[in-house]
């Protein structure tokens, strides 16, 4: 009766960890269900929660094609689900872990490659996705300014030019040559 009920855990946890863009485990011993509830209101509605059995979740790991976690099975597993932007749910993690010591992220997986706990942290150290994309689209429009700027400072520098060649023929009087070239007529 318990194999049903364990199979369909397995293929339950093999679909989170194939519907998110990254996943991170961490322990949570010591920690109340007052602060757990914390912990998942922090972490909003782009990442899930969830205490797991070390052994049914190694399996849907596996079965998900992720078996570079099999070593942070161990001891009171937890893990959040990630399916919004990563960073949000690593800094929210970290804060969190900053606040609770008890909370201890253990490494993850982001995008099917394996993290460390210290690449987790140093995510959450990057910009949010909002911030980044904000920053790479002052970047692109200020490249099209740099380069019409460019154009534009040509054509007027030709015009400069000309004129002060103008003004310079004014000034000598058309058809008079140079006082140098008179000096060297008279010798």
């Known amino acids: 009766m318990a194999r049903p009920d364990k199979a369909a855990a397995v293929a339950e946890i093999t679909d989170k960890f194939r519907a998110s863009n990254a996943a991170v485990l961490t322990e949570y011993r010591g920690l109340t269900v007052k602060q757990i509830k914390t912990l998942r209101r922090s972490l909003g509605e782009n990442a899930q929660y969830a205490v797991v059995k070390n052994t049914l979740t190694k399996i849907a790991a596996n079965e998900a094609g992720i078996s570079e976690l099999d070593d942070l099975f161990a001891g009171p597993t937890a893990v959040a689900f990630v399916t919004g932007d990563p960073v949000e749910s690593a800094k929210a993690l970290r804060d969190f872990a900053k606040e609770n010591p008890a ?31 904000a920053k790479l689209a002052g970047a692109m429009k200020a490249k099209p300014s740099q380069a019409a700027a460019l154009f534009q400072a040509l054509p007027s520098k030709l015009v400069r030019t000309v004129d002060a060649l103008r003004d310079k023929l004014e000034q000598g009087g058309a058809g008079t040559p140079a006082p140098a070239a008179e000096d060297e007529a008279a010798e």
């Not at 909370?103 to 099917?112: A, Q, S, T």
Request: net charge negative.
């Open 103 to 133: 909370l201890i992220i253990k490494g993850g997986v982001l995008d099917g490659k394996a993290l460390s706990a210290d690449e987790i942290k140093k995510l959450a150290d990057l910009e949010s996705r909002e911030v980044l994309l």
